[in-house]
T-cell receptor, first 113, second 114 residues
Framework: EPEVTQTPSHQVTQMGQEVILRCVPI?????FYWYRQILGQKVEFLVS????????KSEIFDDQFSVERPDGSNFTLKIRSTKLEDSAMYFC???????????FGSGTQLSVL | AQSVTQLDSQVPVFEEAPVELRCNYS??????LFWYVQYPNQGLQLLLK??????LVKGINGFEAEFNKSQTSFHLRKPSVHISDTAEYFC????????????FGAGTRLFVKA
């Protein structure tokens, strides 16, 4: 089965630094998403992306966050100035139709020190 | 706005026993419902989904769920669990109007004991 690929699997950064989390969605998918999961807590929606623009975003997705699809294959999440509370597992997901299932990557564990 | 409530944070059960993981949702419009499973150190995988039609939905690994519109529930069941079913289970909902986000419940940790 095709997979969503995320890199790196672990990222450690200092507070205030910028990080970019990378994802390669499944090639024929059109809808892209970022979710995060703080340790022991629920999976939280951050943002959805379709047709080269943000479709929806949550309250968590403030001005410190941005997403980009720089080419035909990558989908990135940038956090401009990381805070301690940004420490979480970040999951990328994609789907070929908006009502269909999400295919998740294995996640990037972000640790902000 | 839609929301999802998973009523049990942890469910311990003995191997080969039946299990039910409960999920209730709220939404002002029609919804699509999903159950995902997360094994340790992995991403989420779809177990089953309800889009329309029959209210009893069968998924992978012997799991099934029943959509009950009047009770706004979508409980997950398995008649006989295995040790390998130990994982975190997430109920999720997306709006049927073409909403671009899927909202997840807090998860239920299923722990299968020998």
């Amino acid at each position: 089965e095709p997979e969503v690929t995320q890199t790196p699997s672990h990222q450690v950064t200092q507070m205030g630094q910028e990080v970019i989390l990378r994802c390669v969605p499944i090639s024929n998918h059109l809808y892209f998403y970022w979710y995060r999961q703080i340790l022991g807590q629920k999976v939280e929606f951050l943002v959805s992306f379709y047709n080269n623009e943000i479709s929806e975003k949550s309250e968590i997705f403030d001005d410190q966050f941005s997403v980009e699809r720089p080419d035909g294959s990558n989908f990135t999440l940038k956090i401009r100035s990381t805070k301690l509370e940004d420490s979480a597992m970040y999951f990328c997901a994609s789907s070929d139709r908006v009502e269909e299932k999400l295919f998740f990557g294995s996640g990037t564990q972000l640790s902000v020190l | 706005a839609q929301s999802v409530t998973q009523l049990d944070s942890q469910v311990p059960v003995f191997e080969e026993a039946p299990v039910e993981l409960r999920c209730n949702y709220s939404s002002s419009v029609s919804v699509y419902l999903f159950w995902y499973v997360q094994y340790p150190n992995q991403g989420l995988q779809l177990l089953l989904k309800y889009l329309s039609g029959s209210t009893l939905v069968k998924g992978i690994n012997g799991f099934e769920a029943e959509f009950n519109k009047s009770q706004t529930s979508f409980h997950l069941r398995k008649p006989s669990v295995h040790i390998s079913d130990t994982a975190e289970y997430f109920c999720a909902v997306s709006e049927g109007t073409g909403g671009f986000k899927t909202i997840f419940g807090a998860g239920t940790r299923l722990f299968v004991k020998a």
